[in-house]
Nanobody, 122 residues
Framework: QVPLVESGGGLVQPGGSLRLSCAAS????????MGWYRQAPGKERELVAS???????NYADSVKDRFTISKDNAKNTVYLQMSGLKPEDTAVYYC????????????????WGKGTLVTVSS
């Protein structure tokens, strides 16, 4: 039981900025990798960014240097700051959490938010 609730999506013009938030109630950050996927109509869901419990970040090449993932441990919240938005960034963005349930394997359990729509258009 790890509820993930996204917010911050909406309509923005090309070149604009948005910040997505993922409230991760119940998440233990020391055991969790968190991040964002996105899926555009007719396309496969793709990993956008991730952040480990230690703060290591990774980005898709398509968003590198434009998007920044961060987290606030005190608020149990992960953010995706998006700037220089392009029409091709239009997609439903999904927060996810990979919770470590078995340190030996290791084995993780995947949790998903319901998604928030980002539309980049004039």
């Amino acid at each position: 039981q790890v509820p993930l609730v996204e917010s911050g999506g909406g309509l923005v013009q090309p070149g604009g900025s948005l910040r997505l938030s993922c409230a991760a109630s119940g998440v233990i950050f020391s055991r969790t990798i968190m991040g964002w996927y996105r899926q555009a109509p007719g396309k496969e869901r793709e990993l956008v960014a991730s952040i480990t419990s230690g703060g290591t970040t990774n980005y898709a090449d398509s968003v590198k240097d434009r998007f920044t993932i961060s987290k606030d441990n005190a608020k149990n919240t992960v953010y995706l700051q998006m700037s220089g938005l392009k029409p091709e960034d239009t997609a439903v963005y999904y927060c996810y959490a990979d919770y470590l349930v078995d340190p030996v394997g290791p084995r993780y359990r995947r949790y998903w938010g319901k998604g928030t729509l980002v539309t980049v258009s004039s």
